[in-house]
């Protein structure tokens, strides 16, 4: 087997999944939201995606370093003029520079055509938020069915009654919501909807003001 071409192809095929879990991870929705609705594609989660991510673009950087290596004259020759002299701010250096630094600075700076990506990229968040919808707070499936209860203004045992009735499984309020999902093979924001099922109170929040202002006494 030759290593130069095992290099290439890891590399090509490396950055063929990197662009596309890129892709994947710009689309899906918040974190909060992920994890709160049990966001899937293709049966992954968004964290399943983001590690698959991780180690293919540590892949994918090991074999474009030996791939430098592999073809470090013809990319030394890129650096020299027509003298063969060594010059490493050559025409196409300084353009590729240029466009590195032009992203860069269009990026913090949020300038077209930069700020239309990072707009369309806060779009999509938006729109994953408006269909998978909003956890009262964030990482709520991490708490467990005691504590969200309470801080959602919830009676626990209440709570517990609910979900027992509406047929999930639950020992006890100490078990995480996202247990508990995992447990009835359901999603976090299932077992809210359960636990509240029937519940007339109003969530927890602002207060409405009232209808008329109060009366104030007379001096």
């Known amino acids: 087997m030759q290593m130069r071409k095992i290099t290439s192809l890891t590399a090509t095929l ?13 689309i899906v929705p918040q974190g909060r ?10 049966g992954l989660s968004k964290e399943q ?10 892949l994918f950087l090991l074999a474009l370093a030996l791939h430098i290596y592999y073809n470090w004259k013809p990319l030394m020759a890129y650096l020299k003029d027509r003298a063969r002299r060594m010059k490493i701010f050559t025409p196409a250096f300084n353009v590729a520079l240029a466009i590195c630094v032009i992203t860069v600075a269009g990026t913090l ?3 077209p055509p930069f700020s239309w990506v990072l707009d369309l990229n806060a779009s ?23 504590g969200f209860a309470k801080k959602v ?20 309020g100490n078990q995480t919501l996202l247990a508990l999902a995992t447990l009835n093979k ?5 077992i809210y909807a359960a636990m509240t099922a029937g519940e ?10 009232p209808a008329t202002a109060p009366r104030v006494p007379a001096a």
């Open 186 to 190: 359901t999603t976090p924001k299932a």
């Open 124 to 146: 999509l968040k938006d729109a994953g938020a408006a269909k998978y919808g909003e956890p009262p707070y964030g990482h709520a499936e991490l708490s467990t069915l005691n």
């Open 109 to 111: 700076f949020t300038v």
């Open 49 to 58: 995606w983001g590690e698959i991510h991780i180690n293919v673009g540590l």
């Open 33 to 42: 939201v992920a994890y709160w609705a049990d966001w899937r594609l293709w």
């Open 14 to 26: 490396s950055f063929i999944v990197v662009l596309a879990t890129s892709v994947i991870l710009y």
């Open 153 to 172: 203004e919830l009676d626990p045992q209440a709570a517990l009654v609910r979900l027992r009735a509406a047929g999930f499984q639950a020992a006890d």
């Open 200 to 209: 007339t109170k109003a969530p927890a929040g602002p207060k409405a003001l």
